[in-house]
């Protein structure tokens, strides 16, 4: 399945992601969710990290991955898992064990097997790979999601995490494959402001143009992909 809504608040998708993670958060198996970077989805951990969600929320039945982690310490202001952990995690009663950070100290190709075996041994598989219940993903202004930068996607990779280099500043980082990715239950591009929209029209325009973006390539295999705008991002889109 495929879908686009368009909320006319960021508060209003805020507050329809918290309701979702509320929700995995009630089903009767734990939940396995990959997260962003950004600065929406730290406007979410803020929300959560509040009531009535911080309450309501059965944090012991989430497991938490990130999509793509820089190769720095956990304390940097540039980890995500950092900034995920600064404004919710520490706020919120969840185990320790249930949270799945890249170590970014480690030298990347000791942790990509670290990450590797993590993976494996704690999803559940479908079609011979680990399934994430749910993945969030962000949008570049470059077309790129997690770090599959344009131009660097082997998107055949078997392996679920892969590194990737920022192609502008050079930045050393693991993301997650775009087959493991593509392979998760339920996949939600989550995107707001005006400084995406061009994006957004280019990412859903021609399909020949559209798929030099990344973005453009990941959907769920055999599960619902969602993308979730507020206004501002989708201003450009043309309603047929």
Known sequence: M????VYNEVDELLEHLAEQLM?????SKPCHIALSGGSTPKALYALLAMEPFNSAICWDNLHFWWGD???????????????????????????EENLHPINGAN????????AEEEIVSKLDKHEGRPCFDWVL???????????????????????????ATHPETGEVRLSLSAETLCNARSIAFVVTGANKAEIVRDVFGDEE???????????????E????????????????
């Open 137 to 163: 993903l962000g949008l570049g202004e470059d077309g790129h999601t997690a770090s599959l930068f344009p131009g660097q996607v082997d998107y055949e990779a078997q392996s679920n995490w892969v590194a």
């Open 107 to 114: 030298e990347l190709s000791i942790e990509q097997v670290h």
């Open 23 to 27: 929700a995995y958060s009630l089903r």
């Open 225 to 240: 992909t969602q993308w979730l705008l507020d206004e501002a991002a989708a201003s450009l889109l043309v309603n047929d």
């Open 209 to 223: 143009e559209s798929e030099q973006y990344p973005a453009a390539n990941i959907f769920a295999f055999d599960g």
């Open 69 to 95: 982690e820089r190769m720095v310490e956990k304390e940097s202001a540039q980890s995500n898992f950092g900034e995920a952990y600064r404004t919710l995690f520490q706020h919120v009663p969840i185990p």
């Open 2 to 5: 495929f879908e686009i809504k």
